[in-house]
């Protein structure tokens, strides 16, 4: 089993349109959570940590559900600049980050 | 402020050539060092990390080796590339738990 599953989409959504993203983890002890984001042929910026409450960025929101075992992203009113492949983090222990294969959004005008 | 330096951007090597991709960290002491590759419409695949100089983790077994000779500076190295490590090559850094930053890149092409 993937130490991280998430679903590669592609998601094509217009602008201002709300699109979410899920993935799943498989270790429950799972300590760090995190949300990347990563423009073609370069390199993953990371876009917001995940907090066990829940977080928010102006349009962007990540939540954690630990009894399920999945983080989430959503994305409010989408612009064109959202367009690229987001990727999910799980880090189970000290230097081990486990990453999604990610999931590709295109914002279309 | 901290900055990552990865280079070269882009490298074409003929299979059976020799490998040495370089990554410095400034602005910071003993970091985590860690190299990824990422496989045209894959996902990143951690090959080494370091905790500390001349301490290297693989995390898979390959053609590949890593060093860290010194605090700040990691190294990627392969005596003799093959077809399937084409691929594009991310150094990063982090400290204890936190998020990981990450170096432009390397993309590497092997013919």
Not at chain 2, 7 to 12: F, N
Not at chain 2, 88 to 99: Q, S
Request: some cysteine.
């Amino acid at each position: 089993r993937k130490e991280v599953e998430q679903d590669p989409g592609p998601f094509n959504v217009p602008e201002g349109a709300t699109v979410a993203f899920n993935c799943t983890y498989s270790n429950s002890a799972s300590q760090s959570f995190f949300w990347y984001r990563q423009d073609c042929r370069k390199e993953p910026k990371l876009l917001m940590s995940v907090y066990s409450s829940g977080n928010e960025d102006g349009r962007f929101t990540a939540q954690l559900n630990r009894a399920s075992q999945y983080i989430s992203l959503l994305i409010r009113d989408s612009k064109l600049s959202d367009s690229a492949t987001y990727l999910c983090v799980v880090n189970p222990t000290g230097n081990q980050f486990y990453f999604g294969t990610g999931t590709s959004l295109t914002v279309i005008p | 402020s901290q900055t990552i330096h990865q280079w070269p951007a882009t490298l074409v090597q003929p299979v059976g050539s020799p490998l040495s991709l370089e990554c410095t960290v400034e602005g910071t002491s003993n970091p985590n060092l860690y190299w990824y590759r990422q496989a045209a419409g894959r996902g990143l695949q951690l090959l080494f990390y370091s905790v500390g100089i001349g301490q290297i983790s693989s995390e898979v077994p390959q053609n590949l080796s890593a060093s860290r000779p010194q605090d700040r500076q990691f190294i990627l190295s392969s005596k003799k590339l093959l077809l399937s490590d084409s691929g594009f090559y991310l150094c990063a850094w982090n400290r204890g738990y936190e998020k990981l930053f990450f170096g432009s890149g390397t993309q590497l092409s092997v013919l």
